[in-house]
């Protein structure tokens, strides 16, 4: 817990609170194909492809360290969107830098596709865009490649694809690029994966990358086809898990990969299941097909789509629902890893509250106002704001036992995991909270010319066990 404290003059005093809470009116068109990389509590998207099969030049995240339920209109927050330096699809992004706050862009379909830079970077600290020289390591655009982040030494591991002007040229080299010091270097190996597009690729605490599915193409064919999922994996039962490409594989927190969607290439066809797990043992690896109830809140399967692991919780996003007819998603689907059911609300664990105390001599009784920062503003009811009458000066009641019901309180709501913003004027200071523009929530404190009143923050996450 960080506690500031500071000394205000307060003449003539109109001091501002604002809680950036912008987002989207709406939420963002569906697309497929688009490259994410989650830094904190952001999921930042870039690019994909439209419907009517445009490609977007759009940056624009999500907000996670707040909750949301999917089925509730405007309720996920989103940024605004802004422009990245060219239209992509097919790309890779992934978190990297010295702070881990830099998005590198690799790769894929661009648009002008006359465009020399093959990678770019995006420093989310100052919005800032950058060309990254790829000489000694890429030396053209793929689409179809894998990549994994190692966090520990701020590598970027790139593996196969094929090349976006040539679509007969596939590559099995592993293309490393390190995110710290901007340098590149390439490891060949004769026991390296055969060529290969459309697969994922998930490094393990070992140090162990795992590649799943996609289009393989041996050196002694031209043609292509679905690498066997099966082969290198023993299956709990008798039911085999179908073959894919631009499927999605997450590292669970139980050390297990879970992979969802994909299509078998043919048509946009659905593959069987949507879900499995992979169970990679130290001895073998073994894959599995959970139990998972159908409901209302069930994921459509689908294929080039965006996906990550946050707490407990897999959020499936965007991409292609299979068919024989193209049908973008726009949906969101949460999938709680732990029971394996389809959930409708997303509960942030990483949930910022902060608590404002204005202590001051005037007489007269004010109210202390709990706000709950999760909730829409537009549809928020009276009981999700909580009053609590305070003490004048010449009560007998003591401010220190109003405080302590107060904090009763908010431990109460701390269990509940509920996020609340509380503003809280002691004695005299007066309240008022206004909707600002674009979203913005401010809390305004009047006092009197004379009065010199002390404001206590308190701004702690709440990490539950």
Known sequence: MAINVSRINARALVEFFCIDSRRLISKPEGRYAAASALIDDKLYFIGGQFQNGTISSELFYLDLSTSFNVNTVASPRWSDPSPAPIASAWATATVGGDNKSTIFLIGGRMNPSDNDTIAYSFNTNIGNWSNITTSGGLNQKRKGSSLSYDPDSGYIYIFGGQSVSNSSEWFNEMIIFDSINFSWSNVTSSTAPSKRSGHTATLLKTGIIVFIGGWELNDNSSIPRLTNMNKNAKFTNDTIIDSRIYHSALLASDGKIIIYGGSNGINNSKVLPDLAVLNVSPTQFQWSI???????????????????????????????????????NDMIYLLNTRSYDWAASYQSSKIKRTLLIANNTQKGKTHSVLHDSDDDNSTKSEEQHHYFDLPSRNSSESQESHVTTFYDYQRQVFQQRQPIHYMMPIDGASYHQDQGNEGHVCVISYAQHDIEPQYVEYDTTYNPS
């Open 290 to 328: 959970p139990n998972i109830k159908s409901s209302n809140n069930t994921a459509r399967s689908l294929v080039g789509h965006t996906a990550v692991i946050i707490d407990d919780y897999m959020i499936l996003l965007f991409g292609n629902v299979t068919g024989r007819q193209p049908n973008v």
